[in-house]
């Protein structure tokens, strides 16, 4: 391997390479990432593309919209990986009438040891370093922009007063494709703040009967802790350092780019499918996660393969289709997948 070159020593301008102790970071890293799989295996059967993308996730300090049918260990899975990585787990299940405070918390009147009655503020579930927003599109409104704050701010606001969420912090939302009936649909603006959309599919046969033959007789086993939040933290800034080439820049700006059917970079065949391409913070996404990747992988830089591998979790959420769209059964992972189909 050549030599690695400090960051700040590199020429003005040009994208930075590793440190010699970034390098060794990342080959810690990549050998852990390979432990985290082993040891969720242990009680999450199959499912290995959906652990990647919730690692890729943490490590880009973004969030993710779980999308699958019931019964498919979405609790199980999330609640484990907080378990093998040392954080505050909370489940929030949400409903039609779940207002903001139940989430956020409140202030509540005590009595002090002074015989005075004062004003304590008392946390919400959402105070965790992950949080299962469980059906997040049964909620109303008012109480999705305030899961909107806390995601976007890592802060949220009660009567006034501020109060920081502990790092890391991290919201997995799910959504049940199957019920839709008194369901607030998630505006478009809180779609784009989640880094990917991970669609859980039915397991395969031989994964069935291997779920049945784990969850019909004893306990699930306790998981060893692998990291703690100091190390997360850590690893998450040096996913931010993984250096990216320009040409990697140039790519995923334009596969973007070609999502949107005004501004005439879409191809033609795009035009009557889509009436609202993927924004800006796509682009910022693509990248992250590739850099997430890449240091998941053990590797020093970011290739082509790490985007494409992103894109479509990435871009799928994002797609606005219209009616000929759906008339013709095309929805927006397919057109996704034929984008990255002409790329390749």
């Known amino acids: 391997m050549s030599q690695s070159v400090v960051p700040n ?3 003005p301008g040009s994208e930075p390479t590793l440190s010699d102790d970034d390098v060794e970071a990342v080959d810690r890293l990549g050998r852990l990432t390979q432990q985290l799989r082993d040891e969720l295996a242990r009680v999450i059967v199959g499912q290995r593309e959906t652990i990647d993308l919730l690692l890729v996730c943490l490590f880009a300090r973004r969030h993710a919209l779980l999308m699958g049918v019931p019964g498919l ?4 899975l999330v609640s484990k990986l907080a378990e093998t990585m040392s954080l505050k787990f909370n489940r929030i299940q949400f409903t039609p009438d779940l207002m903001p405070m139940d989430i956020t918390g409140t202030d509540i009147l005590q009595d002090s040891g002074s015989g005075r009655r004062e004003f304590h503020f008392a946390h919400g ?12 599109n049964r909620a109303p409104p008012k109480t999705q922009a305030a899961m909107l704050e806390a995601m976007q701010e890592h802060r949220i606001t009660v009567v006034g007063k501020g109060f920081d969420l502990p790092p890391p912090f991290m919201v997995l939302a799910t959504q049940n494709p199957v019920e839709q009936e008194g369901t607030y649909p998630l505006p478009e603006a809180q779609l784009d703040r989640f880094m990917a959309l991970i669609e859980l599919d039915y397991p395969s046969e031989e994964e069935e009967i291997a779920i049945a033959r784990t969850t019909t007789g004893g306990g699930l086993p306790e998981l060893q802790h692998l990291m703690t939040a100091e190390n997360i933290i850590a690893n ?3 996913v931010r350092r993984i250096p990216v080439p320009d040409h990697i820049y140039t790519e995923a700006a334009r596969l973007v780019r070609k999502t949107r059917p005004a501004g005439g970079t879409a191809p033609a065949w795009l035009l009557p499918l889509v009436s609202w391409g993927a924004g800006p913070r796509a682009v910022q996404d693509l990248i992250l996660g590739a850099k997430s990747r890449a240091a998941l992988e053990g590797s020093y830089m970011v290739r082509t393969e790490d985007v494409r591998a992103v894109a479509q979790p990435v871009l799928t959420h994002r797609l606005i289709t219209t009616f000929a769209a759906q008339a013709e059964g095309m929805t927006a992972r397919d057109i996704v997948a034929r984008l990255l189909g002409e790329e390749g």
């Open 9 to 11: 020593q590199s020429s």
């Open 73 to 76: 260990a979405k609790t199980l």
């Open 125 to 136: 579930p959402v105070f965790a370093n992950i949080v299962l927003a469980d059906e997040i």
């Open 236 to 238: 998450q800034d040096l």
